[in-house]
């Protein structure tokens, strides 16, 4: 009795009223089966209401009904069924060309193990991609995500793409809908999944099929595009707040402390009053809050990256957290040194002899020295705990 073949690829495809392309789709994919010398298989996640599922099992291919609406469903449920070593996800309207499978399978040989589709940088038929898609909205969204999340891709609507069972079955997918997409390749990047892209080209749906865009109605792309931007923003808050909020923080301070060694005479002649230094402190308030968001949310968000993978495995994470507690302790005593001296009176000469608005460009720093100190020391103590956490957790699984 001979056993069944290893399977080598298992292209695994959502499929929703698709008769007019499906069997054409199938043969591309036998085709590229062939092209590659591997063995492969083909599995419709399918949600139709037509002849699609009859089509395809007719042709053999294993269909496998979906209830639930949303392309990152059907990816969810589909761990179960796909056994292949490589899977290779996509579309079933011909869009895709699933006979060229060679370069996928290159960059997961190589070692990778996500690669994704560039349509921008292949060729896409004319008539194949609308022209607010092509030249706005794909390359806008795609650039976001990339300069947000620092992850080589540019096209991270490209629904082909290619990567190893062991991931795919790793993924989350709480994405259900279009934003599978986008969360996917942040996924990857948080389980230090190598990742890149090869380009491919991308052809005009066949005459009769009616698109996704059609059938769900024209806010469609504006609704992947608002979506895909709030994934990036929910897996990027550290690039969104510690570089932003540094910024501001460090601005904020610089020209509160400037406002300290001006004179009387020089305030009054460049008319700086209490709203210049009130507007100052909220911008370092408002820096500091976010940068230590973004710092924590990096590490709580990106719990595999290499930076907090190397504080929780070593002695770094001790030397940090003294140096940030003692530092936050300076700065908090320095703003209660500054707070007895003002109950005492010892700047009352200056509001007397200069102008009121040294007194409370005073007052504003002496804030920001209390508040700074305190976010530094209550920031410093989370983030050591929770790395102590993870040094604790990854210890576990050693034993």
């Known amino acids: 009795m001979s056993s069944k073949p290893t399977v080598d690829l298992t292209v695994l495809i959502p499929t929703k009223n698709e008769e007019i392309t499906i069997s054409k789709f199938i043969d591309w994919c036998q085709e590229g089966f062939r092209n590659v010398g591997l063995v492969g298989e083909i599995v419709l996640m399918d949600s139709s209401t037509d002849a699609t599922p009859k089509i395809a099992s007719d042709k053999g291919v294993k269909v496998v009904h979906v209830a639930e609406k949303g392309l990152g469903i059907a990816y969810l449920k589909g761990k179960e069924h796909a056994a292949g070593k490589y899977v290779i996800l996509g579309d079933a309207d011909c869009t895709y060309d699933f006979r060229e499978l060679g370069p996928f399978l290159t960059k997961l040989d190589e070692g990778y193990d996500l690669v994704v589709g560039n349509r921008f940088r292949g060729k896409i038929e004319k008539h194949a991609m609308p022209i607010h898609h092509q030249y706005f909205g794909s390359p806008l ?30 993924l989350p997918f ?102 210049s230094s009130s507007l100052f402190t909220a911008i370092t308030f408002i820096g500091f809050l976010i940068s230590g968001l973004g710092t924590v949310a990096h590490f709580i968000y990106y719990p ?96």
């Open 304 to 399: 595999v990256g290499r930076a907090t993978q190397i504080l929780a495995s070593s002695k770094l994470v001790n030397i940090l957290f003294s140096a940030t507690v003692f530092t936050g302790l300076a700065v908090f005593s320095s703003g209660l040194f500054l707070f007895g001296r003002w109950k005492d009176g010892a700047f009352s000469e200056i509001s007397q002899s200069a102008n009121q608005n040294l007194k409370l460009i005073g007052a504003f720093n002496l804030t920001i020295s209390l508040f700074v100190g305190a976010t530094v020391l209550a920031s410093s103590s989370f983030l050591a705990s929770y790395m102590q956490k993870l040094r604790v957790s990854s210890k576990s699984k050693l034993l």
């Open 141 to 170: 969204t795609s650039y976001i995500f990339k300069y947000s999340l620092g992850i080589p891709t540019g096209d991270i609507h490209c629904g082909m793409r290619a990567l190893r069972s062991d991931l795919y079955r790793k």
């Open 174 to 275: 709480t994405e259900l809908g279009w934003e599978y997409a986008s969360e996917m390749i942040v996924s990857s990047r948080n389980l230090n999944a190598k990742i890149c892209e090869v380009p491919i080209d991308f052809y005009k749906e066949p005459d009769g099929r009616i698109s996704h865009q059609k059938r769900n109605g024209w806010m469609t792309p504006f609704k992947a595009g608002w979506g895909t931007l709030r994934v990036t923003a929910s897996f990027s808050l550290d690039r969104f707040f510690v570089l932003p909020g540094t910024l501001l923080a460090s601005t904020g301070l610089a020209l509160n402390l400037l406002l300290l060694f001006l004179d009387a005479a020089t305030i009054e002649r460049l008319q700086i009053g209490n709203f």
